[in-house]
Every structure is written in C-alpha cells, then in structure tokens.
C-alpha cells in the first residue's frame, strides 16, 4: 500500500492506483472526461488537472500513479486556472445546443462549465461545423460537435469488446468519432457508447428527443431479456418506457448492457401486445373472461377431481408471481400439477452454481454448447474484460459448431449436442483413469466413438483437472452434463463454477417459490394431460408450441384436454387450442424479485401501467379465488429473501444429492441421409416482439456452412432457400457462418418464426430463386 | 572562414549515394572497424563519452538512452526518426537523399551496440525521393552483406526496413511513430513506460534521429576524444544547422558546437541578402522561440541558447529581416501547428484553432487591443498542459514574439491593417 497526501488527508492505496481514484476514495471529486476505470488511464481531455508537490507543472490525476509520500492539491489558484482553461477549450467548439439536446440536465460538460466555466466566452471565431445526427447504428446518433474526444466510445468497442467498428477520423480540430469505412456498427454492445459518452455526442436513436431529465421518472430494475438479469435503470414518461441505461454496481458490474436489452424495451406497447380477453373467438370485458375460466375450473375438478388441472409457467414473471401461482394452485384449483416452461432438459443443482465473480478469477473457461456473445452477451463482455486482465485465460468450446471466437479465442471441440458429456467423461479417463469416480463415470461410454483424437482429449481433461479455476457455461442442452459437473468437482482441487445460460430467465425465482422446474416435470405433466388425467392447461406466460422441444406431444396435450387458458402478453403458437386468452401485465408494470443465472436475486420496481385489459398475475389469483368464495391474501406471506444472507440463493449442498451417476450412451446417430438441425440461444431473437430492434433482426435467422452457401448460391448478406423437411417444405432465409459445421443447419432456439417449431426431419436445402414474402 | 566537413564530408562527390562509390571513399569501415574492435558494450561506453546528444531537438544524451534498454531478454528494436518535419530543418533530408549509406552504416554500427536484431526507418510521407534512395540503398547494403545474416562474419544480423509516414508532423514525436510504425493512428503514447522499456510492438526500443545515428560512424572512425575535443564539455562535438530565410546563402552547415550565431548567419551563410536589416532568428525550427538581433553572439551549444531566451532544438535557422511582420510571421508558425495537431488532448487540438483564428484576424487589421491578452491567456492554458510536446511548441514564436514585437501587435489592432503593407502573409497562405 502506498499512502500519500490529497487535500491534507492521508490516504493509502495499492500500487499503481491513479491520484484520481486515490481522491475517489476521499470523496474528492476531480473532473474527468475521457479517464473510465474499466477503460484505464488516456490523458487526453486534460481535464483532471491537479497540483502534484515536487513537480514542475500540473500533472493529470487520471494518468499520474501514486507514490509514497506524495503531497497533491486538487484544489488552489493554479488547478483551478488550468481546468478553467481546459474547460474554456473544450467549449470553443461546442454547440450551444443544450435546448435541445437530450444530455441537458444531465451532462458533465454542464456540470463542470457550471463549476469551472466562465459565464460568457472570450472566443469569437467561427465554431468548426461537423456533422449532426449523424448515424452509428441503428440505435446510435453522433453528433460530431458535441463530441469532446474523450476516446471513451472508441477505447471501448476496440479495447474494451474488441470489436473494431467506431474510430477517430481527421487529426487536430477537425478529428471526428465515426464508425469504419462509414459503415454501420454491427456489434451486440454499441448502445454502452451512450452511457459511456460524458456529453451529448451520442445518443439513443429511439430515446432522441423523447424527454428531458426533469419530465422522466428512472426506476431501478433489471433487464428481463435473458438470464444475465443486467442491472439497469427504466426511464419512464407518460407510462411509456422510453430508455434503458445500465447501472452500474460498485466492485461488481460496470452496468453494460447488450442492444437487446438497452433497445428491446418496447413490447409492452408492441402492435403484437395481447390487450383484450378472448374467450372461444369472442372478445369479453376481463371480469366476464375471469367468471367464465373460473367456471371451466370448478367444472373440471367437480366432473374429474382434484389434480385435474395443470399449470404451466412461462414468461417473464417474477419471482413473487410464481409463488402466487403455486399458491393459488394448491389451494384453490387444489391440483400439485405445476411445472415450468423449460425449452432444453438440463438442470443445474444450485450448489453447483457460480457467480460472476468466478469469472474475474477463472483462469480457465469452457462453452458448453454456448456461444455467451449470443445467448448471454453480458457474459462475453465479462469475459473480455477478464481477458483483458489475464490474457492467459484459457477458453474452450465444446458443442456442435464453433463456440470460441476472434474476440475470444481458444480451442474448440465440435462434437454432437448429445456428444457432449462423452467428451468430458473420456478426456478425464484418459487423463485420470485410475480414479474410481471417473471409471463410473464413464462407464458405458469409454469406447463410444468420438471425432476427436485421444491426444487432444487427454489435454482437454488434464486442463479441465489442472485449471486452478474452472469456470464452465452451459446451454442445458445435454441433461448428461450435471454429472460431468458433479464428478469435477469432486475431482478437482480449485473452484468449479457452472453458470447455466437456459431459461427461462427467471427459472431460479420460479423454484424458489416452490414450481417444479425440470424438464422432466413438464413432460410428465403433458403426458398427463394427453392422457386424459389432467383435463384442463393454465398456461401461465407459457407458449408450448414454441418453446417445449417435443412439439407432437405439446400439440397432443393441447388437443387432448378439455380447456387451455393461456395469459400471455404476445399471441402463442398455441392459440390455435387456446379457449381462453387473458392478457397479463409484464416486466415493468408490476414490482417483483427476478433470480438471474448467478442465483443472485435482484428486485425490478414497476414504472408504467399495465395497458388496457391486462392485469397483474396477482389480479387474476384474487380475483378467481373469489369467484371460489374464497379469500386469497397475497401480501407478506412468503419472503424470498427469508432465509438468504446477502443477494446469493443459498448454496446448500447438503440437500441436494451431489453423487454423480454413470452416462448414459448416446443413441447413436440419427439417419445419416437427413441434415442435422442444431439449436442455440441467441437473445437478440428470442422472440419477445421489439419494433425498435426490428432493424437489425436479420431476416436470414437460419445458418449453414460457408461451402454450402456457396454451392447455394446464397449472397454474403443472405438468401432464401427451401428446406424439404418431414413435414413439408419450409422456406427460411439462410446466411453463410465459419462456425457452423457441413450439412448442419443453424437456428435459434425460439424465435418469432413460427417454422423453428417444425424443423424435423430436413432432407435437403435448395435454392430459391424468387424471394417470398415471409 | 574554413568549413571542414565530417558528417557531410560526402557532399561533393558525385553519385555518393550509390555503393561502388561511397566504398570507394571510405564507406563501411567504421563498420568494421566496430565489429573487428570492438564488444557492443565499448561501443555504448564510447558514444556516453563522446557526450553526443540527440540531434532532433530534445538533445537528450544518446548513451545514456542506449543504456536504458533493459537486459531482460526480449528482441529489441531500433528505430531510426527520420519524420523530419519541423518548418526550417532540412538536414536529415540531406543525408538521406544524398548519402544515404552513411545513415545505414550508422545504424548497423547501432544496432550493433545496442544488440538490436532488427531496425526500421520511419521516413517522412513527404519524402518521397528520400525513401527510395534509402530503399535503394538498404538493397545495395544487403547485397553487399552488410544487412542481414552473419554481418561480415562477426556473428552479428540486422534486418532494416524502410517505412514511409503518411504526413503527419506529430509522427516525429517519438511514441507517436511507433504508434504509425505500427500501424496505427499517429497519437503519442502514455509515457511511462519509455520506449526503451516497452516501444514497438511492446519491445525495447532505440529511437535516434538520422543525424544521432549519422554522428556514430565518425565516432567510431575517429575516436570520443577527437569529438569531444570540439564544442563545450556539456555539448561537444558538431551539428548541422539548416540556415533559411534572409540571408545570402541558405542551406546546410555542419559546425562544431558553440560557435557563435553571428559566425553561422554571417560568415557561413553569406549574411543578410542586401539592403535588408536582421529582424529575428529562430535558432532550432519553428517550435522554439526568437531571438533579437542583440543575442547575435550567443554561441550555439544547448545551455547558452536556453540561457539567452530559447533551444538549440534542431538547429533549423530561420532568419527573418525587416521586410517580415512578425504578426504574420506567428500568424503561419502557429497555423503549421492548428493543422499538425493529432487532435488528441484538448489544449493542443482546440487552442491553436483559436491562436490561429485570433492571429490571421489581427494579421488582417481586424483585431482589438483585447485579443492581445487573450492571446497570452491562452497560451498560458496551453503551455504545460498538454499530452505531448507539440502543444509546447505551438507556443514558442508566439509567445516571444509577444514578448518583443509587442508594439507590432498593437499596430495591427491600431491601424487595422499590416504595417508592412507587404502581404507577404496572404501570398504564402493562397
């Protein structure tokens, strides 16, 4: 530690640490443009100007390192004439824009010219005319004179996520922040450059003059858009959501966000949006609708007895709604046929659970089937941000195409999904044989045949035993995985951490509060209800036909049972068998605890109304269990953070069974003459409805081998093609990727396409000639 | 008068810059001479003693940088500075496009003692003929077997590699090249660490102007003691000065060190041209201050110039005489630098936008007695506060010019119009 002297306070800091944070430390403010922590030292803005005893001219506090014994002033004569000046250049050229500028009220350029600026200027030269509402992206406005060249936006996307989109251009005075070959920015991160600008140079495009500071509301909450639950701000006006910011949390997050998250915040208002009740065809007033389900419920149980009913959840619920589900469901429909919307069967036992900060000291990571830039983006940024500490991380991928990138690089293992957990358990025989736990393992697998040599397997399993801390994400699509997972950590000495990317992204909240939450429970419950003993679906959130793999079952069950009510805030796949449709309020509009893929719980506060006839889940409990003459208290019964010290789900290991079991044998390979179709998360198109990200939602979802595009005749950009399948043949657009592996078709897990759900049995892929309205 | 030639004893010889010839005058063997004589390390130990300092204007101590490179294993580099750019010094441009072998066996003999493998010349865009004849002449060495594999069979490789700039002033700040050698945007680089700790590609790194590297070989030929025998004890040895402007007989002179600037304006470059009057000189290139015509006899060396009111710089001399308005003058220095700006911290980039606005009004007869002040002031905000040394150097003519043609100034502002009724200004600008 090293102790120095600001403003006659002694303060000690560890090497290395700039004066600027030194001083932060003190609750010293000195004014910074262009220093970020998370981007490291610049001195370009000269902003942060301080007196440094010994030195013969005012040192930069956010490029000066401390030493022991160092006397510094930030304030007096001298620092204060120098930042003036600094401030004074600053705003030679800057616009006086501030009228209509959307950072008025909330700009560090007002701020500091209000401190250090002098109320009227001395320069009376023309100011240099750059270009205005000029496009990065999308979603991204420059505004080239606004912009001071504090680097931030452009250190972030090439140093910082390692994409190179955004650069200086021109030298001197004429120097502008534009995007390369003026091309739009195509990284998942671009909107973070709003946040990360200190004045109004860049701007939201769909927040661009939609309201000033003093006419919003900005509610903490979390992004509900995937399992990474980012903490963010709402920024609410007249109920509408028009903003999404990151917010930062001190020690543990910067407060980035992907652009699905900062931009995708519409579909509370979307044209999709489910805003009336419809019963059997016919539009009702919400009160009729609830009289009318409530009936259908006292006649299922009276005509097939308790445990009639199933429900199912879904969606974007919180925590405390999944409890009032259950609730309501035990003891007023008096059915414990409950079980959670689950798209892949993996299950991760909490124990097993890590957190981010295993990702700030793992010096090995492993993609299990998951590419986190497009499931769960924060989580690549987090691993940039780990790498850019430790350039020695090792990645590793092993799934059923390319999972490592340039921006993260490492090996790959491209097996079959349902190959996964045979890698792991062959690579620690061939590295630990001798050892009892691995020889169960793998019992029924040593000789299962795999594409990968035995070589580079035995490396694979000494690195998995060797990593000092291993950090693995998994997709959950090879259930087999949990006992690779429990057999590490059995086996190795340091950490192991699983961080499971599946969803729904609130499915930790939902078995908090006490619905069944694995695959198997949903299956069995379907398998019920096609079977005559359940009689009647409460779809909660939940769209079968989109989301549960084995569509032939979800489409018997839903034929096979009396009555399908489905609340929902967009139309389902299902509502073909839907004999009540209830519109349902969403993230936003109610207040609610959200368990992200950490086991970490974080509470999202309500900002806007719920519109027309949707209703709060808890609307809905009470309102039915009245219609059964019964009161229903949903207040302060049950806590989620009862037995939780801090914001961590309890790791209790003792209650869960931790002894791994043999694998079992892959069946073996499907019919070799039909394409393979692989599935992967990607969050930008999981299918909630976004008119915002509408743009860059490509229209060619699908993905194939760079070869066969070619031989397709498929353009860089994309193209159509027909794809015979078993139940007919669909036409998809289809784009070229290196990642993707020959005769393998690419396509997101769940996505607004309603074909991802019948992509079964594809024979062959052929060139469309004329483009068809999809 | 005797002029006697060392670095530039080539000069006369026809087709110098071709092998055949400068071996026929002597050429490479200081080369072998420093590989047959001597370990890299006596050669560092010669060049500390010789006192040579670097000749591209901050005339820091060329052997104590060598000695800075750490002994910790890594590659390292040498890199040659020829970006030689500042308005008034075209002595790198002469051994370049003139002699260019000299220059490399300058380098082999540096790389030599500083164990660099490999070394690279970053030359000015602009020099476009300069390039070629150093690309040229870079083949010719290799083919000889001066470069590459096992250098005349001491054991010793060099790869060199010539790389034009795009044409960017800034690109001669140090951290700067690297930064374009790189491949990157021409912005100076946080220092520390110094290049000698972490320079290209993150490795140690030499980094000498083309006259330092020049200086070597005729160190190694005839000895420290012979250098030092010329010039003071703190700056010994000789330099070139690029004499321009008003004078009888522009161009380059090779002197020893601390003779006087009378001697240089007057005797060696032919004194003023006739009927004109000595106005001002900058003695070091456009970033360093004037000097009066009552600082004549101030020797060149380092201390004696800083002591009369300004640098040695690069040796760059520009005369001006009575016919120049020192308004107008500023005017230009001060643009040079608004368009050579990197634009990378704030003083630099948007004060000599302003300096320049308020210079070229006040040059048209449009300013106030109060853009007098500001003028100061804002170069006041500048000076000290910038990222690099450019912003610095932005201020050097300005700030003197200020300090003695104040009454210039103030003429502009009272007659609103140049004095000088010459626009000379505007025919240079148009």
Redesign the interface.
């Known amino acids: 530690m090293i102790r120095l002297t600001i403003d006659d306070q002694e303060v000690s800091v560890p090497e290395g640490t700039t004066i600027v944070d030194a001083a932060a430390k003190l609750g010293i403010d000195v004014p910074i443009y262009c220093y970020h922590q998370s981007l490291g ?7 942060c ?1 301080v007196q440094v005893e010994k030195m ?3 040192a930069t506090g956010c ?1 000066t390192a401390v030493s022991e014994g160092m006397v510094v002033h930030t304030q007096g004569p001298e620092v204060e ?2 930042r ?3 401030l ?3 705003l ?2 800057h616009p006086l824009d501030c009228p209509v500028c959307d950072k008025g009220g909330e700009c560090y350029l007002q701020d500091y010219a209000f401190e250090y600026g002098p109320a009227k200027g ?2 009376q ?2 100011k ?1 005319q750059k270009v205005k509402d000029g496009p990065i992206n999308e979603f991204v406005l420059i505004d080239q004179e606004r912009c ?2 504090c ?1 931030r936006c452009v250190r972030f996307m090439s140093e910082y996520v390692g994409e190179e989109q955004l ?2 251009e ?6 502008v922040v534009t995007t390369v070959e003026h091309e739009p920015a195509t990284s998942q991160f671009t909107g973070n450059v709003i946040d990360l600008c200190p004045v109004g140079a860049l701007l939201s495009a769909p927040y661009n003059h939609k309201g000033r500071p003093w006419n919003i509301d900005r509610q903490t909450t979390i992004c509900p858009h995937c399992p990474v639950g980012c903490p963010s701000k709402m920024t609410t006006r007249e109920s509408h959501i028009i903003r999404m910011e990151g917010r930062p949390v001190p020690d543990r997050d910067w407060g980035w966000l992907c652009d699905r998250g900062r931009f995708g915040y519409d579909f509370g208002y979307h044209p999709l949006r489910v805003l009336d009740s419809t019963v059997q065809g016919k539009s009702l007033s919400s009160a009729q609708a609830m009289r009318d389900t409530a009936q259908w419920m006292k006649e299922t149980i009276r005509e097939h007895g308790f445990g009639s009913i199933g429900v199912v959840m879904g969606g974007h619920f919180t925590a405390e709604e999944a409890y009032w589900i259950k609730k309501f469901a035990e003891e007023v429909v008096h059915t414990s046929e409950m079980a959670t919307l689950r798209n892949v069967p993996g299950y991760l036992p909490i124990s097993l659970n890590g957190t981010f900060e295993d990702i700030d000291q793992t010096d090995t990571v492993v993609f299990v089937g998951v590419d986190p830039y497009e499931a769960v983006p924060v989580v690549h940024l987090k691993l940039r941000d780990r790498i850019r500490h430790f350039p020695g991380l090792r990645v590793i991928g092993v799934g059923p195409r390319k999972l490592t990138s340039g921006t993260l690089p490492g090996i790959d293992y491209q097996v079959l999904g349902e190959d996964e957990a045979v890698v792991f358990a062959q690579a620690l025989l061939l590295a630990k044989g001798d050892d009892p736990t691995v020889q169960m393992l793998g019992r029924n697998v040593a000789d299962y045949p795999l594409p990968v040599d035995s070589e580079t397997l035995k490396t694979l399993g000494e690195t998995l035993l060797n990593a000092t801390h291993l950090t693995m994400l998994w997709d959950g699509e090879n259930p087999e995985m949990e006992q690779i997972f429990k057999a590490l950590t059995i086996l190795r000495q340091g950490r192991t951490a699983v961080l499971p990317s599946f969803g729904p992204v609130n499915w930790r909240g939902y078995e908090k509060a006490g619905i069944p939450v694995r695959y198997e429970d949903l299956r069995n419950l379907l398998m019920k209800a096609r079977n005559g003993d359940i009689r009647m679906l409460v779809l909660w959130g939940a769209d079968l036909l989109r989301d549960f793999p084995d569509r032939d079952l979800a489409r018997e069950a839903l034929e096979a049972v009396d009555y399908v009510v489905s609340a929902q805030i967009r139309p389902p796949l299902d509502l073909p068998y839907t004999d009540a449709l209830l519109p349902v309020a969403a993230w936003g509009e109610v207040e609610g605890s959200y368990v992200n893929m950490e086991g970490r719980v974080a509470v999202a506060a309500a900002g806007v109304q719920p519109p027309a006839q949707s209703r709060p889940t808890k609307t809905y409990m009470v309102g039915w269990a009245r219609l059964f003459q019964q009161t229903f208290g949903v207040e302060a019964e049950w806590d989620l953070f009862e037995d939780i010290e801090g914001d961590l789900i309890p790791r209790n290991a003792d209650e869960e069974d931790m002894t791994p079991q043999p694998l079992k044998r892959p069946d073996p390979v499907e019919d070799p003459t039909q394409w393979r179709v692989i599935r992967g998360e990607l969050v930008l198109e999981n299918g909630i409805p976004s008119e915002i990200l509408e743009p860059r939602i490509s229209l060619f979802v699908g993905r194939i081998h760079p070869d066969e595009a070619q031989a397709l005749h498929i353009p860089a950009e994309g193209g159509y093609v027909d794809v015979e399948t078993s139940s007919g043949t669909i036409t998809i657009g289809v784009r070229a990727d290196e990642s993707i592996p020959e005769r393998t078709l690419w396509v997101p897990r769940s996505g607004h396409y309603e074909w991802i759900a019948s992509l079964n049995g594809v024979k062959q892929l052929k060139r469309r000639e004329e483009v068809k309205s999809l | 008068m005797s002029q006697q030639y060392y670095l530039l004893r080539n000069r006369e010889v026809p087709n110098i810059d071709e092998m055949p010839v400068y071996l026929a005058h002597g050429g490479y063997q200081a080369l072998r001479k420093a590989l047959n004589d001597f370990k890299p390390e006596e050669l560092v130990d010669m060049v500390k003693k010789s006192g040579l300092r670097g000749r591209g204007g901050a005339g820091f101590p060329t052997g104590m940088k060598w000695g800075f490179l750490p002994n910790d294993g890594r590659k390292r580099y040498l890199v040659v500075n020829s970006d030689e750019a500042e308005p008034g010094t075209f002595k790198d441009r002469e051994i370049i496009e003139h002699n260019p072998h000299q220059l490399i066996e300058g380098i082999i003999i540096s790389s030599y003692a500083t164990k660099a493998r490999e070394a690279f010349i970053y030359c000015r865009g602009e020099f476009l003929f300069g390039s070629e004849q150093l690309k040229r002449a870079v083949r010719e060495a290799y083919e000889q077997g001066f470069l590459g594999e096992n250098i005349l069979g001491s054991g010793f490789s060099l790869d060199l590699e010539v790389y034009r700039g795009a044409g ?1 002033y ?1 690109c001669g700040e140090e951290s700067a090249l690297l930064e374009s050698l790189e491949g990157k ?1 021409g912005n100076p680089r ?1 220092k520390p660490p110094f290049p000698a700790v972490a320079g290209l590609y993150g490795g140690p790194t030499v980094i000498n102007n083309v006259e330092t590297i020049a200086n070597v070989p005729v160190i190694v030929t005839k000895g420290a003691d012979w250098y030092t025998s010329m010039g003071t004890a703190k700056s010994p040895g000789l330099k070139i000065f690029s004499v321009s402007g008003r004078v009888q007989r522009p161009g380059n002179y090779e002197i020893p060190l601390a003779t006087p600037l009378r001697t240089l304006i007057e005797d060696y470059a032919g004194g003023m041209l006739p009927g004109r009057q000595l106005k001002a000189v900058i003695p070091g290139g456009s970033s360093v201050p004037l000097m009066t015509p009552d600082k004549l006899d101030t020797p060149l060396d380092y201390e004696s110039i800083l002591q009369a009111g300004s640098m040695l710089g690069s040796g760059g001399c520009i005369v001006l005489d009575d016919h120049v308005c020192i308004v107008g003058a500023t005017a230009r220095l001060v643009r040079f630098y ?10 630099c ?6 300096m320049t ?2 210079l070229d ?1 006040l040059e048209h007869g449009l300013g106030t007695p ?1 853009d007098l002040d ?1 003028l100061a ?2 170069a ?3 000076g ?4 690099c040394p450019l912003g610095d150097a932005s201020l050097g003519v300005l700030v003197s010019a200020l300090k003695y043609f104040r009454e210039e100034f103030e003429a502009h502002v009272a007659q609103h119009a140049c004095p000088m009724g010459e626009r000379l200004y505007d025919t240079i600008n148009n």
Do not use: H
């Open positions: 030292p610049l001195g370009a803005c000269r902003m100007l013969p001219k005012l490029t004439k120098g003036k000046g600094v004074e250049f600053l030679i050229n001395r320069f030269e023309p240099i001071v060249l680097q650069l200086l021109g030298r001197g005075v004429e120097t | 960017a800034i945007r946080l608004r368009e050579e700006s990197c634009g990378k911290c704030t003083p980039r948007e004060g000599t936008y302003w606005d308020v009004r109060e500001t002031d804002v006041d905000n500048i000290g506060k910038c990222f």
